[in-house]
């Protein structure tokens, strides 16, 4: 995923995903609560460069912080560097299908939200970390049609 059409894909996927946060983010399931942005981020790195993995992250970030009128500078960190390294992790030679975008949306959600932790502590770490687990396993569901619906856009050459 390059170039324009990378780029506007990208654009359009986390815009909705800010959207489906800002108005369904207050609905999960037993208390873990889906975080779209991150979804849409970690599908968004299956098919791109560390250099666009990171850009995307940095964007997500923005939204993310926007959403919730946080601090802007500890969203838009976590979600740079996991996208980076979400994109790195796709020199793996892994074929993106549904279980590797399951999986590498709940590694990724944990990982953003542990870098997340040690720059804007919480009061309750050990709440924290299991609504984290929480959420990184409905994101990991949610990622599945997310997945197919991008593989379906981009076709083969995206892959």
Request: charged share 10%; aromatic share 10%; proline share 4%.
């Amino acid at each position: 995923m390059s170039g324009a059409k990378g780029f506007l894909i990208a654009a359009v996927a986390l815009w909705l995903g800010a959207v489906l946060q800002q108005s369904l983010g207050r609905y999960g399931i037993l208390n873990a609560r889906p975080d779209y942005v991150l979804v849409m981020l970690s599908c968004i790195c299956l098919y791109s460069s560390r250099a666009g993995g990171a850009l995307a992250g940095f964007f997500a970030g923005l939204l993310s912080g926007a959403i919730t009128g946080a601090n802007l500078t500890q969203y838009i960190f976590s979600r740079t560097v996991s996208g980076f390294l979400d994109a790195w992790a796709r020199k793996l030679g892994l074929d993106p299908n549904a279980v590797t975008a399951a999986l590498n949306s709940f590694i990724m959600t944990v990982v953003a939200q542990l870098i997340l932790m040690f720059f804007a502590p919480p009061s309750g770490i050990a709440s924290f970390l299991g609504a984290t687990i929480g959420s990184a396993m409905v994101n990991g569901v949610l990622a599945v049609p997310v997945h197919a619906l991008l593989r379906r856009i981009l076709g083969p050459q995206g892959a």
